[in-house]
Nanobody
Framework: VQLVESGGGLVQPGGSLRLSCAAS????????MSWYRQTPGKERELISS????????AYADSVKGRFTISRDNAKNTVYLQMNNMKSEDTAVYYCNAKHRVIRARDYWGQGTQVTVSS
């Protein structure tokens, strides 16, 4: 089982980034997918999720209207499009996969650093 995030980096305030999370080793279409982020000294924060059935999405208030989550089951990949970025979006971003029924089947990626700074 592997989740590999990519697309992080340095971006100026107001700019955009697109994160990708490529999954392998499990039946991707059966898993709800989420993006979390974490800054030093703080707990990991759920920022967005997309369901395995129907593709329903949800967002934290802090990113609503600026971030968009999507998934491509043919490519076993989930994306996070981040627009109008702010300094407070600076964090390590993690991808999470959780089985739609067997919730204990819960996998994490290694994280990718996103820094918003001028």
């Amino acid at each position: 089982v592997q989740l590999v995030e990519s697309g992080g980096g340095l971006v100026q305030p107001g700019g955009s980034l697109r994160l990708s999370c490529a999954a392998s080793g499990f039946a991707f279409s059966w898993y709800d997918m989420s993006w979390y982020r974490q800054t030093p000294g703080k707990e990991r924060e759920l920022i967005s999720s997309i369901t395995s059935v129907g593709g329903g999405t949800a967002y934290a208030d802090s990113v609503k209207g600026r971030f968009t989550i999507s998934r491509d089951n043919a490519k076993n990949t989930v994306y996070l499009q981040m627009n109008n970025m702010k300094s407070e979006d600076t964090a390590v971003y993690y991808c999470n996969a959780k089985h739609r029924v067997i919730r204990a089947r819960d996998y994490w990626g290694q994280g990718t650093q996103v820094t918003v700074s001028s």
